[in-house]
T-cell receptor, first 116, second 109 residues
Framework: GAVVSQHPSWVICKSGTSVKIECRSL??????MFWYRQFPKQSLMLMAT?????????EQGVEKDKFLINHASLTLSTLTVTSAHPEDSSFYIC????????????FGDGTRLSIL | SQKIEQNSEALNIQEGKTATLTCNYT??????LQWYRQDPGRGPVFLLL?????KEKRKERLKVTFDTTLKQSLFHITASQPADSATYLC????????FGAGTRLTVKP
């Protein structure tokens, strides 16, 4: 149980393109989903937290107009990197959690984004 | 400022030995603490969760301790195997969740 599916697993695209990444909880209802960014050999950096049906809360330094997050249902959240540039190249990982207190986050397998 | 430190960036041990990884924290009062395993190019996989009022948790060959006085959690893998080689992350949870930088464990045959 507690499977989170993230799609696509990797993307290569030209500078200026917008890229959408999907995160789905397959067998549970995710009231809260999280988006992280990870650089090589570094830990996960939280970008934003989204609760179903409400606006995402972004961490300091993360541009909300650059990284658009939508959490329209209890099983789906999307991250759109708008007008991506080479510096946006990174490993993006989502996670999901139920509303029950004390439950772990379950992670997707990440999306490797490369902007040329 | 809040700080989460995992004992070392890398740990090498021989197969069959017990691996012990450390997670220390300062200026933080976690309600609970989690350990994850991450393989290269993959998302973290949840292993164990321990609450602030629990001293120890076990799952198969894994054991976690949580000392809120020392502000430390220890993660043990007994009878380690080469397949246990991965990066292990600790994560502290209160109103939010903060990750340590991880320890890369290599178990040599």
């Amino acid at each position: 149980g507690a499977v989170v599916s993230q799609h696509p697993s990797w993307v290569i695209c030209k500078s200026g393109t917008s890229v959408k990444i999907e995160c789905r909880s397959l067998d549970f209802q995710a009231t809260t989903m999280f988006w992280y960014r990870q650089f090589p050999k570094q830990s996960l950096m939280l970008m934003a937290t989204s609760n179903e049906g409400s606006k995402a809360t972004y961490e300091q330094g993360v541009e909300k107009d650059k990284f658009l997050i939508n959490h329209a249902s209890l099983t789906l959240s999307t991250l759109t990197v708008t007008s991506a540039h080479p510096e946006d190249s990174s490993f993006y990982i989502c996670s999901a959690r139920t509303a029950r207190d004390g439950q772990p986050q379950h992670f997707g397998d990440g999306t490797r984004l490369s902007i040329l | 400022s809040q700080k989460i430190e995992q004992n070392s960036e890398a740990l090498n041990i021989q197969e069959g030995k017990t691996a012990t990884l450390t997670c220390n924290y300062t200026n933080y009062s976690p309600a609970y603490l989690q350990w994850y395993r991450q393989d290269p190019g993959r998302g973290p996989v949840f292993l164990l969760l321990i609450r602030e009022n629990e001293k120890e948790k076990r799952k198969e060959r894994l054991k976690v301790t949580f000392d809120t006085t020392l502000k430390q959690s220890l993660f043990h893998i007994t009878a380690s195997q080469p397949a246990d080689s991965a990066t292990y992350l600790c994560a502290l949870v209160n109103n939010d969740m903060r990750f340590g930088a991880g320890t890369r464990l290599t178990v040599k045959p």
